[in-house]
């Protein structure tokens, strides 16, 4: 028979496992509730804040690697959406200047083979260029060398006179095709290098004794292009050819003078002038047998469009004031 202090021991011990099993369910229930908002907190953290970070932090390695096509902008309406609006926004913008980088890169570089493409060009023109001046003078040889081998045939010495005359004529237009294949500037000759030239050629021809007859040339820092050196070649070739047959007879000594300068843009001048016999007072050099002076008057006056006159004192003086021609297309 059990007794009623055991009784009452067992009721109290069973009063008191209620107790503590409630106590147990309500510390449950408070830690519930008080940890509750702290995981709703920290839930609205990770999906408000770490997870746009993380996406940011993605993206960007994304563009790092070069895809500036991605987009990392979220609809968040918070500091790190717009971090991440404004960050795509520099990516766009990023992205529009690599692309005109780019195709300013290309159009450099096909500039710069279009350029290559053109000096090429331009140095085989240069060179072909200098070979037709080569083959020109050349071919001029050919035919004052053919003259000569005529002259020395003829035993009439007028006609041998005028073949020698036209000798030196095509001597003088040969010089500039020389001079022209020799110069890396097809656009300009050296005046005082070509009248130089010419004139030693002119006295080596006829045989002259620079003892007896000198020549003086002055010339300023004057080029001209093909147009006019061979205008201007054959006006002194004709006036100093003249002085060498004329203007100092039974070797009288004597000096044959010649200036040649650019007045303007425009326009040359140039002086022929000797201390010989000079010429008679009653020769009117508009109207004269010579075809050496009517050549010279043609020359300056039509093919130069420029004035000449002739002073008889002291020997004989040509002054011409020349216009330069202008290249004008023969197509």
Known sequence: MISPVFQLQQSIQAEIDSIRQKAKSLIFIFFMLSTLPIITILFWIRNSVVKPILILEKGTRIIGRGNLSHKIGTDEQNEIGQLSRAFDTMTLNLKATTTSIGQLEKEV?????????????????????????????????????????QSEKT???????????SENRILSMALVHEQLYQSKNFSNIDSNEYITT??????????????????????????????????????INELVTNCLKHAFPDKRKGEIEIFFSSTSEDEFELTVSDNGVGFPKELDIKNTDSMGLHLVRVLAEETLEGKMTLEKTDGARFHFQLKKVKYRSRI
Do not use: M, W
């Open 109 to 149: 570089e096909e500039r710069k083979k279009t350029e290559e493409i053109i000096i090429n060009s331009l140095k085989e023109k240069a060179t072909l260029l200098s070979e037709i001046h080569h083959r020109v003078k050349n071919n001029l040889q050919v035919i004052i060398s053919l003259l000569r081998l």
């Open 155 to 165: 035993q009439d010495e007028k006609l041998s006179n005028i073949i020698k005359e």
């Open 198 to 235: 010419l004139v030693n050629d002119l006295f080596y021809s006829n045989g002259v004794d620079t003892n007896i007859i000198k020549f003086n040339i002055e010339c300023a820092d004057t080029k001209f292009d093909l147009d006019n050196a061979i205008p201007c070649g054959l006006i």
